[in-house]
């Protein structure tokens, strides 16, 4: 073995000695988190979408996106599981990436150590770009995970926070990714993936400087060391995705966020974010004095509806999940109530309802307005709901009145509603 050289500071080479850092085990950690930051990204972008943050002011919760919001479109009802199924993949996946990721950060530690910082323009722009890239990852993980515990630690909303950061770190990935990408293909291509895994040995000096020059014996194989990242990220997913699921499944989601805590059992009995006590609805509020107003276009005239007047109407029922921004969602509940296209009709649209801005009797916390496109009002499943599953809706769930819509996010399923303004987005 050859001496250790002098170790004096993290920036000094000699100071890490660990025998796996190498290009083929980073190169290895970027590969997963290449396919996994991607899926990441795009699940992210279409959350945000979701929030048809283009219905200004009242659902954009980023007003100076600008140019970063190029892309955002319409989002549909169709399927009805789209939002569950997206928002679900996005936590999931981001929670189980978090060992690959300290991981990765572990095997590249030295360059971030490494002196001088620049020593050329393209190498400043380089180390640049590493800090985007490092300090990126470390804020969209950190606040992301803060997010889904219903811990909002960090300063602002979390959404304009989470928006921009996820744009400067995709950016700073991306270029990483060009920079790099070559040199991981060639990596893999030469050293293989199984010779390397079985090779207890140093990896060849390199010249980006992670390899040891005076590596230590090993105390665990790479073999050992990817095995424990998989089992990190394994144990991850099994105390996670059970939240995308009802029954006893759910409570294996230990890491997961419980809302209101136990919803019960019975008809009602299922996840809930936030309790009518927690955002300040009183009984009084709910009870027989509660009407709900229909505006339509100005200068017409409210409707104002008791519950027993819309008990009266014709009433539907549509089969839909609530899915939360937080990653956890419910299975199909059956919801029954009054067609929100039928709700325009009696606000002076016959035909063609418009979007609506929905208001909701709650006082504290966020989205207690909510505007929905035309395209969620028109759909025959988007209800303002009385009932679910063959009751009325518990004083948690929304009771006297709640929106369901289709694929939209559960912000967005607006409960404890008290006025409904068709037309005027």
């Given at each position: 073995?050859?001496?250790?050289?002098?170790m004096?500071?993290?920036?000094?080479?000699?100071?890490?000695?660990?025998?796996?850092r190498?290009?083929?085990?980073?190169?290895?950690l970027?590969v997963?988190?290449?396919?996994?930051?991607?899926?990441?990204?795009?699940?992210?972008?279409?959350?945000?979408?979701?929030?048809?943050?283009?219905?200004?002011?009242?659902?954009?919760?980023?007003?100076?996106?600008g140019?970063?919001?190029?892309?955002?479109?319409?989002?549909?009802?169709?399927?009805?599981?789209l939002?569950?199924?997206?928002?679900?993949?996005?936590v999931?996946?981001?929670?189980t990436?978090?060992?690959?990721l300290?991981?990765?950060?572990?095997?590249?530690?030295?360059?971030?150590?490494?002196l001088?910082?620049?020593r050329?323009?393209?190498?400043?722009?380089?180390r640049?770009?590493?800090l985007?890239?490092?300090?990126?990852?470390?804020?969209?993980?950190?606040?992301g995970?803060?997010?889904?515990q219903?811990?909002?630690?960090?300063?602002g909303?979390?959404?304009?926070?989470h928006?921009?950061?996820?744009?400067?770190?995709?950016?700073a990935?991306?270029a990483?990714?060009?920079?790099?990408?070559?040199?991981?293909?060639?990596v893999?291509?030469?050293?293989?993936?199984?010779?390397?895994?079985?090779?207890?040995?140093?990896?060849p000096?390199?010249e980006?400087?992670?390899?040891?020059?005076?590596?230590a014996?090993?105390?665990?194989?790479?073999?050992?060391?990817?095995?424990?990242?998989?089992?990190?990220?394994?144990?991850?997913?099994?105390?996670?995705?059970?939240?995308?699921?009802?029954?006893?499944?759910?409570?294996?989601?230990?890491?997961?966020?419980?809302?209101?805590?136990?919803?019960g059992?019975?008809?009602?009995?299922?996840?809930?974010?936030?309790?009518?006590?927690?955002?300040g609805?009183?009984?009084?509020?709910t009870?027989?004095?509660?009407?709900?107003?229909v505006?339509?276009?100005?200068?017409?005239?409210?409707?104002?509806?008791?519950?027993?007047d819309?008990?009266?109407?014709?009433?539907?029922?549509?089969?839909?999940?609530?899915?939360?921004?937080?990653?956890?969602?419910?299975?199909?509940?059956?919801?029954?109530?009054?067609?929100?296209?039928d709700?325009?009709?009696?606000?002076?649209?016959?035909e063609?309802?418009?979007?609506?801005?929905?208001?909701?009797?709650?006082r504290r916390?966020?989205?207690?307005?909510?505007?929905?496109?035309?395209n969620?009002?028109?759909?025959?499943?988007?209800?303002?709901?009385?009932q679910?599953?063959?009751?009325?809706l518990?004083?948690?769930?929304?009771?006297?009145?709640?929106?369901?819509?289709p694929?939209?996010?559960?912000?967005?399923?607006?409960?404890?509603?008290?006025?409904?303004?068709?037309?005027e987005?």
């Amino acid at each position: 073995m050859p001496p250790v050289p002098h170790m004096t500071s993290p920036a000094d080479p000699g100071f890490w000695r660990s025998p796996l850092r190498g290009p083929w085990l980073t190169s290895v950690l970027g590969v997963v988190l290449l396919l996994g930051i991607t899926v990441l990204f795009v699940t992210g972008l279409l959350s945000y979408a979701a929030y048809n943050p283009n219905l200004s002011p009242v659902n954009d919760k980023t007003p100076d996106k600008g140019l970063l919001g190029f892309y955002l479109f319409d989002w549909p009802t169709d399927p009805h599981w789209l939002y569950r199924l997206n928002q679900g993949l996005h936590v999931t996946v981001g929670i189980t990436l978090i060992p690959v990721l300290l991981a990765k950060l572990w095997s590249v530690i030295p360059k971030l150590f490494a002196l001088p910082p620049a020593r050329s323009v393209g190498h400043a722009l380089e180390r640049v770009s590493l800090l985007l890239l490092v300090g990126g990852a470390l804020f969209e993980f950190v606040t992301g995970v803060l997010n889904v515990q219903l811990e909002y630690l960090f300063p602002g909303s979390f959404y304009p926070l989470h928006f921009y950061g996820a744009w400067v770190f995709f950016g700073a990935f991306a270029a990483h990714v060009v920079l790099r990408l070559p040199q991981v293909v060639r990596v893999l291509r030469e050293e293989g993936w199984r010779e390397r895994l079985r090779d207890p040995r140093p990896e060849p000096a390199d010249e980006g400087g992670l390899v040891a020059p005076g590596a230590a014996e090993p105390t665990v194989s790479r073999r050992g060391a990817l095995g424990m990242v998989g089992a990190g990220s394994a144990l991850l997913l099994v105390t996670t995705v059970g939240q995308n699921f009802d029954g006893p499944l759910r409570r294996t989601a230990l890491f997961a966020p419980h809302g209101g805590g136990d919803p019960g059992s019975g008809p009602n009995g299922f996840q809930i974010n936030k309790t009518a006590a927690k955002v300040g609805i009183e009984r009084q509020d709910t009870g027989e004095l509660w009407r709900l107003v229909v505006s339509g276009p100005r200068g017409g005239e409210d409707v104002r509806l008791s519950r027993e007047d819309l008990l009266q109407l014709s009433l539907h029922s549509a089969a839909l999940p609530i899915a939360c921004v937080e990653g956890w969602s419910t299975s199909d509940q059956w919801w029954r109530g009054v067609r929100l296209r039928d709700l325009a009709a009696l606000a002076g649209f016959d035909e063609d309802p418009p979007g609506v801005l929905v208001e909701s009797l709650q006082r504290r916390g966020a989205f207690r307005k909510a505007a929905l496109r035309d395209n969620q009002v028109r759909d025959p499943r988007s209800l303002l709901a009385l009932q679910v599953n063959g009751e009325d809706l518990s004083p948690d769930h929304g009771y006297p009145a709640r929106i369901i819509v289709p694929a939209a996010p559960g912000v967005l399923n607006t409960k404890w509603v008290s006025r409904l303004t068709f037309g005027e987005l």
